[in-house]
């Protein structure tokens, strides 16, 4: 009973993340909905300027915190609502209100960590035992998983709280601010196209610029594999000095 009850706030994320994703609320921020209906929604935000930013802040803390797929779909929005600025402000405070919520969620589910972790933590308890600082850095820099399965790991491992906020703060927004940037391209872009979607979008700068950048990033966990696998093989391929 004891286990059920810590786990009982993870378990209501999970419910709460099943419910907003079969609502629908993912389809009608589609970069085409959000097109066809742009004067209304330029009017809405005019209309309750305040109440339209603590919504969005609030809808995306709510979809960080159940670890629902499809989040980059509401940075995207807020960039084509917001603009890079202000979206890039909301959607940093809402990811890292909404990965706290989770972290905490989980860490009190997991308890001590006494039973065996998921494949995913065992993996990297080793490294994080090590260079936890660096490791977390790395783990919110670099997509090497998606972000709400990282935050589990990093709940189980018991990272230290305010390594985690400040590495999901800082972390998530570098990525958050090109995400941003692609829905604020995207939305000027269909607009010119009249919300029609088509190869000529991808070869506009402000979208195909933010698009790079985080294909770099995606990349980086490759890069760094590679580059310490290559020194790993130079230390084991160097020549032990004979003693005299």
Known sequence: MSRLRAALPLILLVIAGIALFSSGVMDRLHPEQLVQHQAQIRADIATAPWLSRITFIGLLTLAMSTGVPGTVIIIMAGGFAFGVVEGSIYSSIGLTLGTLILFLASRYAFGAGSKHPPAL???LHHGFERHPVAYTMFLRFVP?????LVTV???????????????SWLGGTVSLIF???IGAGLGEALAQSHGHFGLGLLMQPRVWMPISA???????????ERLVRRRQNALDNTPAHSQD
């Open 121 to 123: 933590v065992d993996k």
């Open 144 to 148: 090497v998983a998606p972000f709400g």
């Open 153 to 167: 790991a990093l709940a189980w491992l018991r990272c230290p709280l305010w390594l985690f906020l400040g590495a």
């Open 179 to 181: 995400e941003t940037s």
């Open 214 to 224: 985080i294909a770099v990033l995606a990349l980086l966990p490759l890069l760094v």
